[in-house]
């Protein structure tokens, strides 16, 4: 039982002997006290004080005063208006470290076959061009997301939805046919995924420039860009393509596959995967059947002109199209196809969508039509909704080819850590596949631990220079402090140095703060899970290792005389750098065990 479970329930027996209240321990949560208050934990009494027809002081008073008699955990205590500020006993705080000490997986909890199926989806890329900053954020945040899910007792599944039809699709492909000249990421050298990005933008520039011409023949900007031969051309082969048209069919078909094979090298790089991948042009024809079929039933309506539509005034919002008048699909239709698919696949509990914030509306609406077609998740999906992700020099455009990819962010981070660490003297002795291995963990951790630290909901801007600080709240400055704490652990180790049996010791006050941040660890997983927020883990694990510099500062450890003392304060880094480990690993990060 951890410290805050001893004093839930030493408070609900307090209530129910002083005042005769039934209280659920579960309802009491102990809260770090604030430092400018003495103590470690604090309870509020307020819920209390109308049955015991005190003031929260006196209530909180006797409280304390029977904790202090009955709760050997409890030293000491103080009330501040309707706060008890509760000490706790020194020695039991050796007693709070060995048991996490003890603990397999300290802040995990385990799936159970009774645990709910939570689908989890990100990523979505587009085969037209490579994955971009904007999907790092995406993909980091759902690979987080899913690990501190699972984390939290849940059964998850990864997945994936590709936008893999439509113009923007066709426009890559007519390119290549234009000016490819038989192209291939072999011949190229390109990965696949970067050269259809190549296509995608040169079209953009064709299209451009005869939008420029026709503009010179006195058309306006608008009648000039439907005019665009080329624009036609892109939506005759997207015709042709519905059709089932083989040439073109093929066509996409081998293009795409050198973008799966590209995207499947960055997801390996970042360390994230899918459990199930589904792609719209699987989907959109099952979307559609989906909508007539509720055109059938009534839930739908149809319009004049063949259009369909859903009438969602009586939930506070307009009329949604779903099926234009020529019957093809919009993006509502497909989510709702895909929808259908995974409910075939999964029994799903809880459906979470990690998409842009852009996309509030789009789901609100898929929420509600779900729901009225009879997805038992669709009224409680979760759309984790995020802030866009910025360079310092402003906004990304994939048709201007000023997007800036994924695979170029990875190698600029390793070599901008490589180049820091260097300068820092951090890789003295090194050889050169340590000197790759630990720039590869650095530079990546630093852009994960950078994108992750931030409140998801949030706008950022990200800075790679900033991000590879050594110090300050950074990826590189936890996983240089677990380094750290590594080599400490081996020079004990080597000079046959105890961890462990250090029952009765008392610790002092720095190893006690530390202590207790350890011990709020499987709170702030369950919190991370309950809200969405990778951030929590993010920044615990910075808070806990600057306790740990500061422990380590403060605390002599491998020249401590004291045995038992000194295999208190080893067994005390020893689980700092497990927690540590855990907590980066929930947001994909790796640690390296020298630096």
Known sequence: MSIDDIIAHGVAKAVKELYGIDADPASITPQTTKKEFEGNLTVMVFPWVKAARKAPEAVGKEIGDWLTENEPAVASYNVIKGFLNI????????????????????????????????????SSPNTNKPLHLGHVRNILLGNSLCRILAACGNKVVRTNIVNDRGIHICKSMLAWKKWGNGATPESTGKKGDHLIGDFYVLFDKHFKEEVKELEAQGMTKEEAEAASPLLQEARAMLRAW???????????????????????????????????????SDTYLEGKA????????????????GSVWADLTEQGLDHKLLLRSDGTSVYMTQDIGTAKLRYQDYPIDKMIYVVGNEQNYHFQVLSLLLDRLGFKWGKDLVHFSYGMVELPEGKM???????????????????????????????????????????????????????????????????????????????????????????VLRK?????????????????????????????????????????????????????????????????????ENEAVRSMRLTLSAVTADTVRTAMSLLGIKVPERM
């Open 492 to 560: 004990a180790q080597e000079a046959g140095m105890k961890i462990g049996g250090f029952t009765g010791v008392k610790p002092g006050e720095r190893e006690i703060t530390l202590i207790q941040r350890l011990a709020d660890f499987p709170a702030v997983v369950q919190e991370a899970g309950k809200t969405y927020s990778p951030a929590l883990i993010a920044n615990y694990a910075y808070d806990l290792v600057k306790e740990y510099n500061q422990f380590y500062h403060d605390c002599s450890i491998l020249k401590e």
């Open 87 to 122: 000490t706790i006993e020194p020695a039991f705080w050796s007693t709070v470290l060995e048991h996490i000490s003890q603990q397999k997986d300290y802040g995990i909890t385990p799936e159970t076959p009774e645990s709910p199926l939570v689908m989890v989806e990100y």
């Open 290 to 305: 989906k909508v007539l079929e509720g055109l059938e039933k009534g839930l739908m309506y149809k319009k004049e002109d």
């Open 397 to 487: 455009k994939s048709r201007e080819g000023t997007v800036v990819d994924a695979d170029d962010l990875m190698d600029e981070m390793v070599n901008t850590a490589k180049a820091v660490s260097s300068e820092l003297g951090k890789l003295d002795g090194c050889d050169e596949a340590e000197i790759a291995e630990i720039t590869e963990t650095v530079g990546l951790g630093a852009l994960k631990y950078f994108l992750l630290k931030v409140d998801p909901r949030k706008n950022m801007t990200f800075n790679p220079k900033e991000s590879i600080d050594f110090n300050g709240n950074t990826g590189p400055f936890i996983q240089y402090t677990y380094a750290r704490i590594r080599s």
């Open 242 to 280: 519905e059709a089932g048209d083989k040439e073109v069919r093929d066509l996409w078909a081998t293009m795409n596959s050198w973008v799966y094979d590209g995207f499947d090298q960055t997801y390996n790089r970042m360390g994230v995967g899918f459990d199930k991948i589904y792609y719209e």
